[in-house]
C-alpha cells in the first residue's frame, strides 16, 4: 500500500513549515529574479568551444561544484543553486566558470603550439 513514512504527521508538519517559510519568504520571487541573472551571466558561453568533462574538472579545482547531465556523454552541464542565492553568488559562479573555461582554452592553445 504505501511506504512507512507516508502520512508522518512530523514530516507533514516540516513540510507545511517549508512552505509556509517559501511564501513568507518570497523566496520564489527571488529564484525568478537570479534565473534571470544567471542565464545573462551564461549567455555567452555558446561561443567557447570546450570539452565540458573537462570543464566540469576545472569548475571543481576552482571552487565550483558543476555536475554532467549524463555520465558517459556529457551534452550539458547542470548548475543547482540554493533557492535563496544572491546576485553575487551567481556573479562568483559565471566567474567561476569563463576562468574554467579560459584556463582549459588557454591550455588547449598551448598543447597546439
Known amino acids: 500500500m504505501g511506504h512507512t513514512y507516508n502520512g508522518n504527521p512530523i514530516s507533514c508538519a516540516v513540510g507545511l513549515k517549508a512552505l509556509e517559510i517559501i ?15 544567471l542565464k545573462t ?34 551534452t550539458h552541464i547542470t548548475i543547482a543553486p540554493p533557492l535563496i542565492i544572491t546576485k553575487n553568488q551567481i556573479n562568483e559562479i559565471c566567474q567561476i566558470i569563463y576562468k574554467s ?12 603550439d
Open 23 to 37: 511564501k513568507n519568504e518570497r523566496i520564489l520571487e527571488n529564484v525568478k529574479s537570479m534565473e534571470i541573472e
Open 41 to 74: 551571466g551564461l549567455s555567452k558561453l555558446t561561443k567557447f568551444d570546450v570539452f565540458l568533462n573537462q570543464l566540469i574538472n576545472e569548475c571543481f579545482t576552482n571552487g565550483l561544484l558543476v555536475l554532467g547531465a549524463n555520465l558517459k556523454y556529457t
Open 101 to 112: 573555461i579560459e584556463n582549459l582554452l588557454k591550455e588547449r592553445k598551448y598543447n597546439n
